[in-house]
T-cell receptor, first 115, second 110 residues
Framework: GAVVSQHPSWVICKSGTSVKIECRSL??????MFWYRQFPKQSLMLMAT?????????EQGVEKDKFLINHASLTLSTLTVTSAHPEDSSFYIC???????????FGPGTRLTVT | QQPVQSPQAVILREGEDAVINCSSS?????VHWYRQKHGEAPVFLMI?????EQKGHEKISASFNEKKQQSSLYLTASQLSYSGTYFC???????????FGTGTRLKVLA
């Protein structure tokens, strides 16, 4: 149980284009979903917290207009990287929490490369 | 502020024990522990809630000392499969939002 999928696994796009990443909880309803970014050999940096039906809460320094998050249902959240640039290249990971006590289950991640 | 983990890296031989510490500059409400293997997503190990509890899962256990604002992960009789990077995730607000620690790279040799 507690499986989270992410799509796509990897994506290469040209600078200036937008990329959408989907995160789905497959066997549970996720009251809260999280989006992280991870650079090589570094820790996970929380980008935003997303609750179904409400606006996402972004961490300090994360541009909300650049990283659009939509939590359309209790099993789906999407992250859209708009007008992507090479510096946006990274490993993006989502996680979903089914509720108390708040453990998070991670998706397999999406490796984004912007050329 | 990001919790600090120590040590940064450790190498063990199979069967040896290890302790990984996670220290926060803020009061902790709860702590998660995760293991991440190279190129993969983190895998949830356990959660510890406020109250100074200790939990165990097979040969992996953890403690949470809210007064010291720290948690420790204990790996006993390590196995090759324990290799990976361990992260603590700390909640300081009682919400489900967790800030991940700096990470500890652990390698177990045969």
């Amino acid at each position: 149980g507690a499986v989270v999928s992410q799509h796509p696994s990897w994506v290469i796009c040209k600078s200036g284009t937008s990329v959408k990443i989907e995160c789905r909880s497959l066997d549970f309803q996720a009251t809260t979903m999280f989006w992280y970014r991870q650079f090589p050999k570094q820790s996970l940096m929380l980008m935003a917290t997303s609750n179904e039906g409400s606006k996402a809460t972004y961490e300090q320094g994360v541009e909300k207009d650049k990283f659009l998050i939509n939590h359309a249902s209790l099993t789906l959240s999407t992250l859209t990287v708009t007008s992507a640039h090479p510096e946006d290249s990274s490993f993006y990971i989502c996680s979903a929490s089914p509720g108390p006590p708040g453990e998070q289950y991670f998706g397999p991640g999406t490796r984004l490369t912007v050329t | 502020q990001q919790p600090v983990q120590s040590p940064q890296a450790v190498i063990l031989r199979e069967g040896e024990d290890a302790v990984i510490n996670c220290s926060s500059s803020k009061a902790l409400y709860s702590v998660h522990w995760y293991r991440q293997k190279h190129g993969e997503a983190p895998v949830f190990l356990m959660i510890l809630l406020k109250g100074g509890e200790q939990k165990g899962h097979e040969k992996i256990s953890a403690s949470f000392n809210e007064k010291k604002q720290q948690s420790s992960l204990y790996l006993t009789a390590s196995q090759l499969s324990y290799s990976g990077t361990y992260f603590c995730g700390a909640s300081t607000s009682g919400t489900y939002k967790y800030i991940f620690g700096t990470g500890t790279r652990l390698k177990v040799l045969a």
